[in-house]
Nanobody, 116 residues
């Protein structure tokens, strides 16, 4: 049974930084892509950043230049470095691992709150 365990969320003032981590427990042979999504109250879940097995990254326009996604394949772990945080970044952040088409896992979510 594979589980994704997230950590690093919390409360921070605007302009501050946080680093999220998401590690997979259990056996995963290979992970195609890893990503971070977020969902704010009353809004749909949206993609924040994604990184492929080859290291290609993609970001939502709203976080470009402020957030950085990285991965450690040996540890089956993905990170999200968040700088210059804004109140509108407040949301529950979820990690997502894509194993293959139709096969994926979600983390339980970690709350990020940015105060103004």
């Amino acid at each position: 049974q594979v589980q994704l365990v997230e950590s690093g969320g919390g409360l921070v003032q605007a302009g501050g930084s946080l680093r999220l981590s998401c590690a997979a427990s259990g056996s995963i042979f290979s992970i195609s892509a890893m990503g971070w999504y977020r969902q704010a109250p009353g809004k749909q879940r949206e993609l924040v950043a994604r990184i492929t097995s080859g290291g290609t990254t993609a970001y939502a326009d709203s976080v470009k230049g402020r957030f950085t996604i990285s991965r450690d394949n040996a540890k089956n772990t993905v990170y999200l470095e968040m700088n210059s945080l804004k109140p509108e970044d407040t949301a529950v952040y979820y990690c997502n691992f894509i194993i293959s088409v139709g096969s994926y896992y979600w983390g339980q979510g970690t709350q990020v709150t940015v105060s103004s």
